[in-house]
């Protein structure tokens, strides 16, 4: 059973710093993407960032490049989200999401609140 359990949000003025952290379960692929996604108010949920076990390739949305940086801990089976210098638009929930290809599933977890405000 596929378990995503997200971490780290919260409230934090422009410019300030988060770390999420996404400890995962229950894979039983090796093949697969894990990242982040996003969705403020009123809004659709938006790709931030994510990872393949593939190729190792990293995917970063226009928006959060040179900021956010995704990175994985392998031994303690946990993604993390770093982010920097965030904006008042950074604000929404977050969603830790692993995909994978074959058969096709999509796991989430259940969202962690960032909101950026001075």
């Known amino acids: 059973q596929v378990q995503l359990l997200e971490s780290g949000g919260g409230l934090v003025q422009p410019g300030g710093s988060l770390r999420l952290s996404c400890a995962y379960s229950g894979f039983t692929s090796d093949y697969y993407a894990i990242g982040w996604f996003r969705q403020a108010p009123g809004k659709e949920r938006e790709g931030v960032s994510c990872?393949?076990?593939?190729?190792?390739?990293?995917y970063y949305a226009d928006s959060v490049k040179g900021r956010f940086t995704i990175s994985r801990d392998i031994a303690k089976n946990t993604v993390y989200l770093q982010m920097n210098n965030l904006k008042p638009e950074d604000t929404a929930v977050y969603y830790c999401?692993?995909?994978?290809?074959?058969?096709?599933?999509?796991?989430w977890g259940q969202g962690t609140q960032v909101t950026v405000s001075s």
């Open positions: 999401n692993a995909h994978f290809p074959w058969p096709l599933q999509d796991y």
């Open positions: 990872i393949s076990t593939s190729d190792g390739s990293i």
